[in-house]
T-cell receptor, first 113, second 116 residues
Framework: DAKTTQPTSMDCAEGRAANLPCNHS???????VYWYRQIHSQGPQYIIH???NNETNEMASLIITEDRKSSTLILPHATLRDTAVYYC??????????????FGKGTRLSVIA | EAGVTQFPSHSVIEKGQTVTLRCDPI?????LYWYRRVMGKEIKFLLH????????ESGMPNNRFLAERTGGTYSTLKVQPAELEDSGVYFC??????????????FGPGTRLLVL
């Protein structure tokens, strides 16, 4: 799986959009971009994933650049409960058997009132 | 639909004792994973079951750790004897199994283990 690079930390004002970047310059055409988050004292929570098209669900939007070398997770209206560590993970879409997730250090997002 | 559950939520034991962690995956999920996070470190993979078979146990730190998944339902992770460095949070995750397509993993709340 391709390596991803994320900023160590970010702040966001409550009610504003939080835009979390991720670089994955060596991503292959077969790799999805997955986003998880870990709120303090909880298990990692799946947020969204995409291959090359932008994706949106009830939690967030995922914008992937045309060359797929980077992406941005957008939380449209951040709340205090969105304070967490956010992980961007590249993972092969197809494999002979399901593979584990490889977590990096992630981005610590602090939503400020 | 119930999510992944783990028991106990916390465990405090003394060095040399044995602890058994349990994970109940989402019903129907053939894939079950164990991960752990030790203090100050990243979340690391331990092992992966497909039904009752161990698919990948490359992340198991040593032979003091034994994972089982009899019957392909719930799984247990036993640490015997526990050492101080085993302290951390142990997460379980599960996913469906549909041929070669990689499925999304869903995590449990974790078991916080403290070895004194």
């Amino acid at each position: 799986d391709a390596k991803t690079t994320q900023p160590t930390s970010m702040d966001c004002a409550e009610g504003r959009a939080a835009n979390l970047p991720c670089n994955h310059s060596t991503i292959s055409g077969n790799e999805y971009v997955y986003w998880y988050r870990q709120i303090h004292s909880q298990g990692p929570q799946y947020i969204i994933h995409g291959l090359k098209n932008n994706e949106t669900n009830e939690m967030a939007s995922l914008i992937i650049t045309e060359d797929r070398k980077s992406s941005t997770l957008i939380l449209p209206h951040a709340t205090l409960r969105d304070t967490a560590v956010y992980y961007c993970i590249a993972r092969a879409a197809f494999h002979s058997g399901n593979t584990p997730l490889v977590f990096g250090k992630g981005t610590r997002l602090s939503v400020i009132a | 639909e119930a999510g992944v559950t783990q028991f106990p939520s916390h465990s405090v034991i003394e060095k040399g004792q044995t602890v058994t962690l349990r994970c109940d995956p989402i019903s129907g999920h053939d894939n079950l994973y164990w991960y752990r996070r030790v203090m100050g470190k990243e979340i690391k993979f331990l092992l992966h079951f497909v039904k009752e078979s161990k698919q990948d146990e490359s992340g198991m730190p040593n032979n003091r750790f034994l994972a089982e998944r009899t019957g392909g339902t719930y799984s247990t992770l036993k640490v015997q004897p526990a050492e101080l460095e085993d302290s951390g949070v142990y997460f379980c995750a599960s996913s469906q199994n549909r041929g070669g397509l990689q499925e999304t993993q869903y995590f449990g709340p974790g078991t916080r283990l403290l070895v004194l």
